[in-house]
């Protein structure tokens, strides 16, 4: 199965467990819509590294920090965009959250595969 086809069933539980964490911390819990995409992009961020390390992109050798900390650094950036997305999207253009939550999730699978497949799980061999 290529890669990409991977990366988008990852990439759908990604988005199945992002939506269920938001959606408990926004309606059940009562936090503020950006501390909790900051707590479910955080969850999804360990759950995305060890399937794609280990399935999408199938990198064998051992986890070592250089190899996170790229990974680490391509979502601190899609987090980034997808804090500014958000928030622009619900103070400022009145979008329901859920619909700027979704269009960050857009926003943030194409740069984060493209900056995976080439510079984070990319083979050393």
Known sequence: MPPLF????VGASNTALDFVVYIALTRVVGFYFLAANLFSYALVMVWSFFWNKHWTFVN?????RGQFLKFLLVNVVALLLSQG???ITVTQLYWFDLWGK??????GV?????MHRLWTFRSLS
């Open 60 to 64: 064998p050798s051992p986890l070592h």
């Open 110 to 114: 194409f740069w984060s595969f493209t």
């Open 102 to 107: 979704a269009l960050t999730i857009s926003v």
């Open 85 to 87: 997305i958000l928030f």
């Open 6 to 9: 991977k990366y988008a069933i």
